[in-house]
Nanobody, 124 residues
Framework: QVQLVESGGGLVQAGDSLKLSCAAS????????AGWFRQVPGQEHKFVAA????????AYDASVKGRFTISRDNAKNMAYLQMNSLKPEDTAVYYC?????????????????WGQGTQVTVSS
């Protein structure tokens, strides 16, 4: 099973940018879809973005489209989430996850491995 470690979270002001990183162990990352989800206390994981290993096809939640960009570097076993124009409502714990299918799915239950999460706090 792939091990995932997120980094790059922190406390920023509204309008600032952050780049989250997800380091994956193992040899299967290049043939897996990677996704980012976020969670606030008392709620389930919510989809943010995903990137397929097929042609790097991407999918975004409407709330982040145009502000966030997901990318991957298969040679380094890394996935990234560039977050621009951050808003207080983006405050959450952000999780990286991978799945064995090629679809950039928004369904959290389709993802097989998850990281421990990194906190992002956006102040107004």
């Amino acid at each position: 099973q792939v091990q995932l470690v997120e980094s790059g979270g922190g406390l920023v002001q509204a309008g600032d940018s952050l780049k989250l990183s997800c380091a994956a162990s193992g040899r299967t990352f290049s043939s897996q879809t990677a996704g980012w989800f976020r969670q606030v206390p008392g709620q389930e994981h919510k989809f943010v973005a995903a990137i397929s290993y097929i042609e790097g096809r991407t999918a975004y939640d409407a709330s982040v489209k145009g502000r966030f960009t997901i990318s991957r570097d298969n040679a380094k076993n890394m996935a990234y989430l560039q977050m621009n124009s951050l808003k207080p409502e983006d405050t959450a714990v952000y999780y990286c996850a991978v799945r064995n299918g090629y679809i950039a799915s928004s369904n959290s239950y389709e993802y097989d491995s998850w990281g421990q999460g990194t906190q992002v706090t956006v102040s107004s």
